[in-house]
């Protein structure tokens, strides 16, 4: 039978193990079984007794000594590797336990994480002597183990060890260097720990708790948990100390394989003169921190719809509703001088329209929640259908506000009769629209208010609802209410034509606008199609215009704009499947981390300030706020004076996590701005901000 | 009104800062690893003959991902037997198997497409593809840490398993035979549209070389 290359160095190890126990000719070494060698690795079985007594109990060890660089595994190993394995083919009544597990350390290599050692490791195990093992005999042991060796590359590796134990009437220890060996495994064994350990588990985040004597910022100088089994904690991931006097934190990403319940593991701790030691943790569940889960605290009633009022009428100042009040003070224009009747009714199906729109999102985010997605206010600018639509829309009412054709007329097939009717619809189909637009702008007020009415009884939400819409409504339904004001508006003539064209252009902008916003959500694709619209509305615009100015009316003009219109519905039928665009580059700016929960829960654990902005393309208060006030120089100094972490979280396209983070505050909508001092808990900021509101609330 | 608005602004900013300073410690969902039950992440990468593919391009089929580096010792165990045999059975139930090599240039794994032929072919491999990832784009998507680390996608594209091969984390041939075959349930699973028992298990192996 040829010599397999295997045997030959086998056999060539076993020469080598011989040459040392001969050359050194003391006999201690027979503490020390035969070395498996490899260029990494060096392995023997090892006893801390050089002779061993019937009944004694003692420590043997498989003995690792690495070359440098290279790393052995702990019974967790991490991501990456295994433990090693022995097992035994013990002589009769001699028993062997498992291996004592030294502490291990952690070696992070790129993005995975191995608790393990390095230099050198005794992995030791309780050896039972028998009772009748007669003196003078001798105790062999025969064990076959196999184990991983890594620096970057791992190297499977085994062994088969003999280690031969003479047995004699009093016990002598090994040599002082295999001793020493033991001890310096001894030192990593952990000790029970005297604390109390708990776990509490976010959604991502995982948090470990401390508590005891003994424990304080002078005798804990770093900390770091090995959980026995996998999966506990994201290995990787840093874990951030936090340490107070009789208790410490750690903070870090929760692992895939986490399940509440019991959990044990090993807390290493080095402490104030740098000295590492194991302690073994029983954790508990310990309370959840899931801040998401609490319901916002609601407010009174009346204090709800008190505030939902108001900012239904602040709603009237911001820049999403001006264009849509363009068209009312058209329209109203249009009136003066008119029958004091028409004027009023006006008002009242403008506030009509109002208040239809506002139940309708609030029945839409009702029938939502229930279908038990988190949805936020403003929500429905996150589909790029309906940005595309709207901006369509704004397009079309732009072209009719400059003349090129007329609302109304032949093509709505409508008799002369009922134009009267025509002009409420127009009244109440504004109402409609200044609400659909106005929603991303939420104003102050608003948030809290929508935020406590969600969490409500659907009546409530109703309610706040409404009454936000009879705020929006109000400057109108005053005109209607009180027509001596509306008298006093200018005569009809000339003037209004030009004031009529002039309107068209906050439609134009309102347009471009929300072209913009959909190259954030449905990128290079989305904006074609959209573009592809807005050419198509322009053309059934001028069919339109063309047939209702010509004398002789002809058909193709009319089939022509049907054409166009289907043209539309089917672009729209694209952009519905349309996919969101990952990330929103725009709203990030280079000195902003994205927002991400365990990010900051990891921050705030490391006792570092963090400002989070949460913002969206479709929320013009949003970048408003950016222009002015995050992005001047006297605010961003502010923060980097501060040490303040600058987060920014874009809901440009829906984000559970967002959404999320927002009711937790009862919030549903954009701007949100909250700050958190180090090591306290988070300021909110209005929604409005000015250079002072920002710097002040950072010198907290 | 203006003074009004301004007092309720501050009571509502104090409400909200006490709900929050109640719940001290935030958390919220922001996973940067793919999660069990939620799509799985969308990637694009071309393979060893050139060729792109895209996850979407799978929709109606299960979709089997494995990272792998053909000198890492584990990988080289599962090749053995192994993997070949998953890849025909997974073949013959229509399931698409792409292998990965996440591998950076002048890294152990690293390989270009006619190397990564080579070892298909020597190694009797059938995998629908072989994507290659020197970049690490697609494994630090799915979050791979190991060879083997095994994925499987349902045909809507809904991440189902996530982790090892089999339970037995060596580099034993012989243990193939007494571990449970975690990912090979689970991809049976999958195919039968059955729920996976143990959708999260650990991965175990060599760590994947990416770029550093």
């Not at chain 1, 992995?123 to 003196?135: G, Y």
């Not at chain 1, 804990?220 to 991931?237: E, K, N």
């Not at chain 2, 000198?71 to 997974?90: E, G, M, S």
């Not at chain 2, 399931?95 to 497409?113: C, K, M, R, T, Y």
Request: aromatic share 8%.
């Amino acid at each position: 039978m040829p010599l397999s290359l295997h045997t030959a160095l086998r056999s060539w190890h076993g020469f080598f193990a011989a040459l040392l126990l001969v050359s050194t000719s003391s006999l201690a070494l027979a503490a020390q079984s035969n070395v498996q060698q490899s260029p990494r690795a060096t392995v023997s079985l090892v006893s801390e007794y050089a002779a061993v007594t019937p009944g004694q109990e003692l420590r043997i060890g498989l003995r690792q000594r690495l070359a440098p660089h290279w790393h052995t595994y702990w019974k967790n190993p991490g991501d990456a590797g295994s433990p090693p394995s022995i097992t035994f083919n013990s002589p009769q009544g001699a028993t062997v336990g498992d291996i004592a597990w030294p502490g291990p350390d952690r070696f992070i290599i790129g993005p995975v994480a191995s608790y393990g050692y390095e230099n050198e490791i005794v992995f030791p195990m309780t050896l039972k002597v028998p009772q009748d093992a007669r003196p003078g005999s001798e105790l062999v042991l025969e064990a076959k183990a196999d184990w991983v060796v890594c620096e970057k590359e791992c190297i499977p590796e085994e062994g088969t060890f003999r280690l031969v134990l003479p047995v004699e009437a009093s016990a002598r220890d090994a040599s002082d260097e295999i001793r020493a060996a033991f001890r310096t495994a001894d030192a990593r064994q952990p000790q029970a720990s005297p604390w109390k350990a708990t776990v509490s588990a976010g959604e991502s985040t995982l948090h470990l708790t401390v508590e005891g004597e003994g424990i304080a910022p002078a005798t804990v100088r770093s900390a770091l948990y090995f959980p026995d089994s996998w999966g506990i904690v994201d290995h990787v991931a840093e874990q951030f100390l936090k340490v107070e006097e009789g208790r410490l934190t750690l903070a870090t990403t929760k692992g895939q394989g986490y399940t509440p319940g019991p959990s044990a593991g090993l807390l290493a701790i080095t402490d104030g003169g740098g000295q590492k030691r194991w302690f073994a943790l029983e954790l508990t569940p310990g309370a959840a921190t899931a801040a998401t889960t609490e319901a916002p605290a609601t407010l009174p009633l009346w204090q709800m719809a008190l505030f939902a009022f108001l900012g239904g009428l602040i709603l009237n100042l911001m820049p999403c509703v001006f264009p849509v009040l363009a068209i009312k003070a058209t329209a109203v224009a249009g009136m003066s001088g008119g029958d004091r009747r028409a004027v009023r009714l006006s008002g009242v199906f403008y506030t009509l329209g109002v208040l239809a729109a506002f139940m309708a999102l609030a029945l839409a985010l009702l029938a939502v929640r229930a279908g038990g997605s988190a949805v936020g206010w403003g929500f429905q600018f996150q589909s790029p259908l309906f940005v595309a639509a709207m901006c369509w829309l704004m397009l079309a009412i732009g072209l009719n506000l400059s003349g090129v054709y007329e609302i109304g007329g032949t093509l709505a097939g409508a008799g002369q009769d009922l134009a009267q009717k025509k002009g409420h619809a127009g009244s109440f189909f504004t109402g409609l629209l200044a609400v659909v637009v106005a929603t991303p702008c939420t104003a102050p007020f608003m948030g809290a208010a929508i935020g406590s009415a969600l969490v409500a009884p659907a009546y409530v939400s109703l309610v706040v609802f409404a009454t936000m819409g009879l705020g929006l409504a109000l400057p109108f339904l005053f005109l209607g209410i009180f027509p001596s004001i509306a008298r006093r508006l200018p005569r009809p003539g000339g003037w209004m034509v030009t004031l009529r064209q002039a309107m068209a252009f906050p439609m134009y902008a309102t347009a471009a606008w929300l072209l913009w916003v959909l190259a954030q959500q449905a990128g290079e694709a989305g904006l074609r199609m959209a573009l592809a619209g807005l050419v198509l509305v322009g053309l059934v615009a001028w069919l339109i215009g063309l047939h209702q100015h010509r004398a002789k009316k002809t058909w193709w003009p009319r089939g022509a704009a049907l054409a166009g219109v289907a043209g539309i519905a089917g672009l729209m039928v694209v952009l519905h499947g349309a996919e969101p665009v990952a990330a929103a580059a725009s709203t990030q700016s280079a000195q902003a981390e994205p927002y991400s929960a365990e990010r900051l829960a990891l921050l705030r654990a490391e006792g570092k300030p963090v400002f989070v902005n949460m913002t969206a393309a479709w929320c013009i208060t949003c970048l408003v706020n950016e222009r002015t006030t995050l992005s001047t120089a006297a605010v961003q100094q502010a923060m980097q004076e501060g040490g303040v972490v600058y987060m920014k979280g874009d809901w440009t396209n829906r984000d559970p996590a967002i959404t999320a983070f927002l009711q937790s505050f009862g919030r549903d909508g954009l701007p949100f701005y909250a700050f958190y001092p180090a090591g306290k808990g988070p300021v909110v900021l209005p929604p409005v901000l000015t250079q002072a509101i920002v710097t002040d609330s950072l010198k907290q | 009104m203006n003074g009004t608005s301004r007092r309720a602004m501050l009571r509502t900013t104090a409400s909200a800062a006490a709900l929050a300073a109640a719940g001290f410690l935030v958390a919220a969902p922001a996973l940067a690893a793919p999660v069990i039950g939620q799509p799985a992440p969308a990637f694009t990468a071309v393979d060893s003959k050139g060729k792109q593919h895209s996850l979407s391009d799978f929709k109606g089929k299960t979709v089997v991902l494995e990272w792998t580096n053909h000198d890492c010792p584990y990988v080289k165990k599962h090749y053995q037997a192994n993997i070949p045999a998953l890849q025909k059975q997974a073949r013959d139930a229509g399931v698409v198997w792409l292998s990965v090599i996440s591998s950076a240039p002048g890294e152990q794994g690293h390989v270009d497409g006619k190397k990564a032929d080579e070892l298909t072919a020597s190694r009797n491999a059938a995998p629908t593809a072989v994507l290659l990832d020197p970049q690490g784009t697609v494994g630090k998507a799915y979050d791979a840490r190991t060879t083997p680390h095994m994925y499987v996608i349902d045909a809507k594209g809904v991440l189902r398993y996530a982790g090892g091969i089999d339970s037995i984390a060596s580099a034993k041939l012989e243990d193939i035979e007494k571990a449970s075959p975690l990912f090979k349930t689970a991809m049976e699973a999958v195919v039968k549209g059955e729920n996976v028992a143990q959708a999260t298990t650990r991965p175990y192996g060599c760590n994947v070389k990416y770029k550093s």
